[in-house]
């Protein structure tokens, strides 16, 4: 079983940065893609951005210019770095793993 546990949500103010972390450990085999999804109160989960095993990364309109997603070293931790925040981005950030679903999420609030 595969755990993924992320961190790096927080409290900020409108233009700021955050940077996510997420690590999947436990029976961890192989690069798979890894992604980040958020849900905002009362709306549906969202796709925020992904990396495929192979590097590529793809990025919801949304995120385009603002957001860059990037692996660690070990292949198994990945990053969302969110720039220019805005309020809308308030939301819980979700780190998913293909075959392996999701984490706890993190609470991101952009808020002055």
């Known amino acids: 079983q595969v755990q993924l546990v992320e961190s790096g949500g927080g409290l900020v103010q409108p233009g700021g940065s955050l940077r996510l972390s997420c690590t999947a450990s436990g029976s961890v085999f192989g690069i798979r893609s890894m992604g980040w999804y958020r849900q905002a109160p009362g709306k549906q989960r969202e796709f925020v951005a992904q990396?495929?095993?192979?590097?590529?990364?793809n990025y919801a309109d949304s995120a385009k210019g603002r957001f860059t997603i990037s692996r660690g070293g070990d292949k198994n931790t990945v990053y969302l770095q969110m720039n220019s925040l805005k309020p809308e981005d308030t939301a819980v950030y979700y780190c998913?793993?293909?075959?392996?679903?999701w984490g706890q999420g993190t609470q991101v609030t952009v808020s002055s």
């Open positions: 990396i495929s095993s192979g590097g590529t990364k």
């Open positions: 998913w793993r293909q075959w392996d679903g």
